[in-house]
């Protein structure tokens, strides 16, 4: 069984940017989003989802775009969260964000998940099984 259709990347295609958006404030800034150790936890959880980002003249992240492959939209910068289709994926990387970090707002290590798999299916943990995200 193959891992993925011949001739492609196995990447989920981008839409496009949509033409009309939900637009709200967001706090969570796209660098911290597009940190490593964050972006693997997503990985896990949203595994469909696209990502692309821009660097701005510091080096750091400075917008976040993410798809779906059912037609859900994210685009984030400047303070703002602009999002369309049936899922609010940065809706979703906030609570994913508000589940993993401290206090400190500081992502885990990628060595602190585990995943469970049973005929049934998978379920993603941290620190201890009983911890399911």
């Known amino acids: 069984m193959a891992a993925r ?4 990347s196995g990447a989920v295609p ?16 796209p660098h911290d989003a597009a940190d490593d150790e964050f972006a693997f936890a997503c990985s ?3 595994p469909h989802t696209g990502w692309g980002s821009t660097f701005g003249p ?3 992240v400075a917008s976040v775009r993410l798809w779906d492959g059912d037609g859900s939209w994210a685009d984030v910068a400047y303070g703002t ?4 289709g049936p899922c609010r994926l940065w ?11 401290g ?3 500081t992502p885990p290590a990628r060595y602190r998940y585990g995943m469970t798999v049973t005929p049934d299916g998978s ?11």
């Open 44 to 46: 896990l959880l949203l």
């Open 14 to 29: 981008c839409p496009g940017e949509p033409d009309v958006t939900q637009d709200r404030p967001t706090s969570l800034a």
């Open 123 to 133: 379920t993603v943990w941290l620190d201890d099984p009983g911890s399911t995200l």
């Open 5 to 8: 259709d011949a001739g492609t």
């Open 58 to 60: 510091d080096g750091q």
């Open 81 to 84: 969260v602009r999002q369309a």
């Open 91 to 101: 809706d979703r990387v906030e609570e994913l964000w508000a589940q993993v970090t």
């Open 103 to 105: 206090d400190d707002a």
